[in-house]
């Protein structure tokens, strides 16, 4: 198992920026893939970007040219650093690890955008 604890969220107004971290438990290069998603009010779970051992990268067409999601190895962390952030972007974000078969999640960190 993987244990995964994301920071980062908070309130920002619309055209503002936000970084979120997830710290994991063991070396992210160990990793199949490392990912956020995001869940709205009402609304299913989405990936928002994903990234894998080789460092493939892949983004939902809504935040292209807008979110970028990387890593440190050292700090054994992935990142999502949003610009651009629109209300449509509220919601719960979730980080995610596949490693041996098995999808870890961690708790989630609420991003509100809003004036």
């Known amino acids: 198992q993987v244990q995964l604890v994301e920071s980062g969220g908070g309130l920002v107004q619309p055209g503002g920026s936000l970084k979120l971290s997830c710290a994991a438990s063991?070396?992210?290069?160990?990793?199949?893939?490392m990912a956020w998603y995001r869940q709205a009010p009402g609304k299913e779970r989405e990936l928002v970007a994903e990234?894998?051992?080789?460092?493939?990268?892949t983004y939902a067409n809504s935040v292209k040219g807008r979110f970028t999601i990387s890593r440190d190895g050292a700090k054994n962390t992935e990142y999502l650093q949003m610009n651009d952030l629109k209300p449509e972007d509220t919601a719960v974000y979730y980080c995610?690890?596949?490693?041996?078969?098995?999808?870890?999640w961690g708790q989630g960190t609420q991003v509100t955008v809003s004036s």
């Open positions: 990234i894998t051992s080789s460092g493939t990268l």
């Open positions: 995610s690890a596949i490693w041996n078969g098995r999808q870890d």
């Open positions: 063991r070396s992210i290069f160990s990793l199949n893939l």
